[in-house]
């Protein structure tokens, strides 16, 4: 399969709710990365982590190396939140990521 | 604040012609990668390097090279540009003293017509 799988692909959320994302890996990782990828294409680093989890306002994100996923959840969500959001593993120490397809998420008023 | 830069930002180009990326980076990392993004997907990598005078092939290196001549520069190249390499180029930078978390360009938008 796909080393790094993403779900769900698409996710519509109004605004206020909570949510979560999901990768799951082929393989032991290293590292995950988790970005936001805003409507000018631009990709904005949410979280790096190599292990545990990292809180920073209203996102939350897991590591877990052991049993090879990363969560991403998003609490009262924001029409700001909108965009293409996509994680990135790291299996050596070459830094060589490998990415995720993306969740389009959609937030509505 | 340290930064990934890349140039053109937007090119067109015609099949057959060479076409040139550029991307410099003030992290001073030794790491360099290229990826490209294709609509709906995430990004792929095709060139890497450890460190000035390197480039290693990533996972589609196929119609292109790759040159570092410094530190700070990396430059992807398509010798024959071709419509099925147009496409969201990605330069990145990063090494073992950022724990290899990767640091992003803005991405340049080519169109080979």
């Known amino acids: 399969g796909m080393p790094v799988e993403q779900n769900p692909p698409a996710l519509s959320l109004y605004e206020g709710a909570d949510s979560g994302l999901r990768c799951n890996f082929s393989?032991?990782?290293?590292?995950v990365q988790w970005f936001q990828q805003n409507h000018r294409g631009r990709l904005i680093t949410l979280f790096y982590l190599a292990q545990g989890t990292k809180e920073n306002g209203r996102l939350k994100s897991t590591f877990n190396s052991k049993e090879r996923y990363s969560t991403l959840h998003i609490k009262d969500a924001q029409l700001e939140d909108s965009g293409t959001y996509f994680c990135?593993?790291?299996?050596?120490?070459?830094?060589?990521?490998?990415f995720g397809d993306g969740t389009v998420l959609t937030v509505k008023p | 604040e340290a930064a990934v830069t890349q140039s053109p930002r937007n090119k067109v180009a015609v099949t057959g012609g060479k076409v040139t990326l550029s991307c410099n980076q003030t992290?001073?990392?030794?790491?360099m990668y290229w990826y490209r993004q294709d609509t709906g997907h995430g990004l792929r990598l095709i060139h890497y390097?450890?460190?000035?005078?390197?480039?290693e092939k990533g996972d589609i290196p196929d119609g292109y090279k790759a040159s570092r001549p410094s530190q700070e520069n990396f430059s992807l190249i398509l010798e024959l540009a071709t419509p099925s390499q147009t496409s969201v180029y990605f330069c990145?930078?990063?090494?073992?003293?950022?724990?290899?978390?990767?640091?992003f360009g803005p991405g340049t938008r080519l169109t080979v017509l």
């Open positions: 990135a593993a790291e299996g050596t120490n070459t830094g060589k990521l490998t």
């Open positions: 990145a930078s990063g090494d073992a003293q950022s724990s290899y978390e990767q640091y």
């Open positions: 390097s450890y460190g000035a005078g390197s480039t």
């Open positions: 393989t032991t990782m290293k590292s």
């Open positions: 992290n001073n990392h030794n790491n």
